[in-house]
């Protein structure tokens, strides 16, 4: 693969001879750089061949992430970063998903993926603060904390050190992981494979949720937009009841997935200021149904407002025209009206 080197890496290497002399930010640069191009070359082409059915975990994730975590951290705050910051970011992104070479399960664990750094480095002490720090700030990304729970960031020191140097431990830890679950979309699945049901059942609603899935990391309005476009073709001007079935199951899995990001959201606000611009999640689905526009919703933003006492409700309890049964409804009177109008 041709990489073409990222804005992320260019505000890397900026940062890093600022923070030190040229000779010295190169050589960090320099050692990225090497670790990034064995990992091309080696491991990220090899986890679709043991894993075929997984969303893309390849280079092409991986310049998504960064582009994302370079979204994320703002000017105004980025400055406060030092070259080490954003030299350890780098190397967190770059292995964060590598454990997926063996298996999907597991593939954030420590042990994993620090197995997998001393392969690409070589079991060298000098870089054994940086693969320590590296390989914790991985793991949180996913996974389980030490008590069992999805609160892995609580396990992370404020701080760490590569070389003498200080490191924001945490706040790169939780940039990582709000970057890594804004990567979605249609380049993590492929159409020919989704169109042709070459997935198995597990994976479908994954690739198909990818394929609808666009996200907007919209920083000056302070918010993060969820696009979902719903493409459909209908029987003789109506929807069967296996389509509708399948609409509805679509729907569900989308306002799991909305729910479990507007979580993630909160939680990178609360545990790094660097992710506290973000105080919204919006949601817009668009279904089309022959190539023509027949639904849009748009009125759904999630906030942080809490009235306390209340439960949390999921889409269609907090928005009556999100309600699955009214959307089902909606398309059917759409395309009935619409079959009249062509009589």
């Not at 396990?155 to 924001?168: N, S, T, V």
């Amino acid at each position: 693969m041709i990489w073409s080197e990222q804005k992320f890496e260019k505000q890397m290497i900026k940062s890093l001879t600022k923070s030190f002399d040229k000779t010295e930010g190169d050589a960090y640069y320099t050692h990225y750089k090497n670790i990034r191009n064995k990992l091309i070359e080696e491991l990220y082409p090899q986890i679709p061949v043991n894993e075929p059915n997984l969303t893309d975990h390849t280079a092409t994730h991986i310049k998504n992430v960064l582009t994302n975590a370079f979204k994320i951290l703002d000017e105004g705050k980025a400055k406060n970063l030092s070259g080490m910051d954003w030299y350890f970011l780098g190397l967190a992104i770059l292995f964060h998903d590598v454990g997926n070479v063996y298996e999907r399960k597991e593939h954030w664990k420590f042990d994993t993926i620090a197995k997998i750094y001393d392969h690409i480095i070589g079991e060298n002490p000098k870089y054994s603060r940086e693969r320590y720090f590296v390989s914790k700030a991985a793991e949180a990304h996913s996974g389980k904390g030490r008590d069992g729970s999805a609160d892995t960031m609580k396990d992370i020191d404020i701080f760490g050190d590569i070389d003498g140097h200080q490191i924001r431990l945490r706040d790169m830890a939780v940039v990582l992981r709000f970057a890594d679950e804004l990567a979605e979309g249609p380049q993590r699945t492929s159409y020919f494979m989704n169109k042709h049901g070459l997935f198995d059942d597990p994976s479908k609603p994954y690739h198909l949720y990818a394929s609808q899935t666009s996200i907007f990391i919209d920083r000056n309005n302070e918010r993060i937009g969820l696009t979902y476009d719903i493409k459909m073709r209908d029987v003789n001007g109506q929807l069967t009841p296996e389509q509708e079935k399948n609409l509805s199951d679509m729907l569900s899995f989308i306002y799991l997935r909305v729910h479990k990001l507007d979580q993630e959201r909160k939680y990178a606000r609360h545990h790094s200021d660097y992710c506290s611009a973000f105080k919204r999640t919006s949601v817009t689905i668009n279904i089309e149904i022959n190539g023509e526009s027949t639904l849009e919703l748009n009125n759904c933003v999630l906030d942080d407002v809490t009235v306390p006492g209340e439960d949390y409700k999921e889409l269609g309890e907090r928005f009556d025209n999100y309600k699955i049964p009214n959307i089902i409804s909606a398309v059917r009177t759409a395309r009935t009206e619409a079959d009249a109008q062509s009589i």
